[in-house]
């Protein structure tokens, strides 16, 4: 997979040369390019932003710097034999970046990267290059940050591991939480290693126990507890089409009930005099 990252802190993607993703490229799995958009201005200063139109705060990404910039990206990715770029534009008025989309990502050949600054680069960009190759437009989030290098660095990470080849387990990914598929898209639960008691707390005795059913239904078990705390709109979304009778156990127990159309819904709780 070729990645390029245009952006006005290079520095900041440094990160992409460690790690898994540095091991990836070290291993020719990915192939990255990161350009200081300011390569591609003419004046003095390096302006890279003016203020916008229809007034309000903060100041918009110019649109000059940006289509040259990826003019040359474009360019030189074809001219190393590139194919079927996707540019990705971190925002948080984005798609938000799932494992599916993750996935979705990592079976592409290439990808463009726009992390952006100010309050974003001027509209007429995207609306351009959609008309060359798909754009995507993604947000890692509901939060906003001061630029979209972090939500690549994210997003390189996440799809980076899902190449083939990178990681050292190939089947290590596929029971990833949010892994399409995996445990009804539900968390993963908790892990344990050696020593078998540190500071006084032990592991749990059935992982001890060299039963492969027993530690397969605690694990899975561990899993809904672990969803019905943290993330309990995934088993909301939950066809129960896919538990079967110790699922439907465990949720009743965690204060799940089925609904008419298939669904659980989370019981209330008693209210304590």
């Known amino acids: 997979m070729r990645l390029d990252v245009v952006t006005i802190f290079p520095e900041y993607l440094e990160p992409l040369n460690v790690s898994l993703v540095g091991k990836a490229r070290a291993r020719g799995r990915l192939d990255v390019h990161v350009h200081d958009l300011r390569d591609w201005t003419y004046d003095r200063h390096n302006t890279v932003d003016d203020t916008p139109y229809g007034g309000g705060p903060g100041m918009v990404m110019k649109t000059e710097p940006w289509g040259e910039a990826l003019d040359d990206a474009l360019a030189g990715g074809y001219e190393a034999g590139a194919h079927s770029p996707v540019l990705v534009v971190p925002t948080p008025s984005g798609r938000p970046f799932t494992q599916e989309l993750a996935v979705e990502l990592s079976e592409r050949p290439w990808l463009i990267f726009t992390p952006a600054r100010y309050e974003g680069i001027d509209r007429r960009v995207m609306d351009e290059y959609a008309t060359r190759m798909p754009v995507v437009e993604v947000s890692i989030g509901d939060y906003v940050l001061a630029g979209g290098e972090a939500a690549v660095l994210v997003i390189t990470e996440a799809v980076a591991r899902l190449l083939p080849g990178v990681l050292g387990n190939a089947e290590s ?57 943290n993330r309990p709109d995934l088993i909301e979304r939950c066809d129960a089409a896919g538990f079967d009778k110790k699922d439907r156990e465990m949720l009743s127990i965690l204060g799940w009930s089925p609904e008419p159309d298939g669904r659980f819904w989370r019981r209330p709780r008693a209210v304590e005099e």
């Open 173 to 229: 990914h596929r029971d990833d939480s949010f892994a399409p598929g995996a445990m009804a898209n539900l968390l993963e639960g908790p892990v344990y290693t050696k020593p078998p008691v540190w500071r006084g707390r032990e592991i749990p005795e059935v992982l001890l126990s060299g039963h492969h059913g027993k530690i397969a239904r605690w694990r899975r078990d561990e899993a809904f507890r672990r969803t019905a705390l």
